[in-house]
């Protein structure tokens, strides 16, 4: 079983910069679709950018042109690199990955909090 580990969260001021990360273990089969979600403090979890083996991406509207996700399929792990932080961007980060076999999983999730 697909074991994701995110790291790389943490509090900064708004205007500031993260960098999360990703690490799949236990990968058996071929890692497709990898992607970033979040859940704000009482709202639903949404999607934040994805990113296909191939390094097709995707974003939400709200993060296009501050956030680049990106991946190293070598290493199995996934990125996300969140410039000009909103308070709005305070939320918890998911990891989610698709294998070859169209199993999902998802990750504990990693804290970022964005001060006003």
């Known amino acids: 079983q697909v074991q994701l580990v995110e790291s790389g969260g943490g509090l900064v001021q708004a205007g500031g910069s993260l960098r999360l990360s990703c690490a799949a273990s236990r990968v058996q089969f071929r890692l497709n679709t990898m992607g970033w979600y979040r859940q704000p403090p009482g709202k639903q979890r949404e999607l934040v950018a994805t990113?296909?083996?191939?390094?097709?991406?995707n974003y939400a509207e709200s993060v296009k042109g501050r956030f680049t996700i990106s991946r190293d399929n070598v290493k199995n792990t996934m990125y996300l690199r969140m410039n000009s932080l909103k308070p709005e961007d305070t939320a918890v980060y998911y990891c989610?990955?698709?294998?070859?076999?169209?199993?999902?999983?998802w990750g504990q999730g990693t804290q970022v909090t964005v001060s006003s």
């Open positions: 990113i296909t083996r191939g390094g097709n991406t």
């Open positions: 989610n990955a698709e294998t070859d076999l169209k199993n999902d999983y």
